[in-house]
């Protein structure tokens, strides 16, 4: 059973607009959600993460908004670069766990 | 450096062989953890340390893998008797202690069975 979803398998936007990356969960015990960038042939990057009793985190160009209601968390990067170009992988930590749960994650292209 | 670093970057073995893939975290983090990732998929979780002990192997798909880290730092996962299902890039991951910390990753090992 897939506890955290990337539906979205690509996303194309143009250079300069904004990227919005999705990803929802259905284990409400997960409590500090993680999002990494991956170039191919090289391993996950960390980006930013957020902790379940915020639902705003902001670093420079990346915010992450998680909505525990709704069990969704998102990745807004403003303005988009050619650079940004990427798989965007979520993931998310169970409170008392250690391991990471991962999405299927998101192939981003930034079109110039 | 001051990753992570796997050895060797990429495998390839013939079905029934035995593979050791080799990780060496950031210096000084407590915690270190093994991933497995199929083509087109999220890494999965295989098996965590905090300094030499195993705390949780939960993920090892069946007993022909094995890992340990002796004493504390390098890590070795160990596959036995390799089958076509098991290639995959497998990724190792430390981070400094239990808190609110990331994981930082290496750039994983290719493993291809034949």
């Known amino acids: 059973d897939q506890q955290v979803k990337q539906n979205s398998p690509s996303l194309s936007v143009q250079e300069g607009r904004i990227s919005i990356l999705n990803c929802d969960y259905t284990n409400s015990m997960f409590d500090y959600f993680l999002w990494y960038k991956k170039y191919p042939a090289e391993g996950p990057t960390f980006l930013i993460s957020i902790s379940s009793i915020k639902d705003k985190n902001e670093d420079g160009r990346f915010t992450v908004f998680l909505n525990k209601s709704a069990k969704h968390l998102s990745l807004h990067i403003v303005p988009s670069q050619p650079g940004d170009s990427a798989v965007y992988f979520c993931?998310?930590?169970?409170?008392?766990?250690?391991?990471?749960?991962f999405g299927q994650g998101t192939r981003l292209t930034i079109n110039p | 450096g001051a990753g992570v670093s796997q050895s060797p970057r990429y495998k390839v073995a013939k079905r029934g062989q035995d593979v050791a893939l080799r990780c060496d975290p950031i210096?000084?983090?407590?915690?270190l953890f093994w991933y497995q990732q199929a083509l087109g998929q999220g890494p999965e979780f295989l098996t965590y340390?905090?300094?030499?002990?195993?705390?949780?192997k939960s993920g090892l798909p069946s007993d022909r893998f094995f890992a340990e880290r002796p004493e504390g730092s390098v890590s070795t996962l160990k596959i036995q008797r390799t089958q076509q299902e098991d290639s995959a890039v497998y990724l190792c991951a430390s981070s400094p202690d239990r808190g609110n910390q990331p994981q930082h990753f290496g750039d994983g090992t290719r493993l291809s069975i034949l």
């Open positions: 340390f905090q300094n030499e002990a195993q705390l949780d």
């Open positions: 210096s000084g983090h407590v915690s």
């Open positions: 993931a998310a930590r169970r409170k008392g766990a250690q391991k990471l749960v």
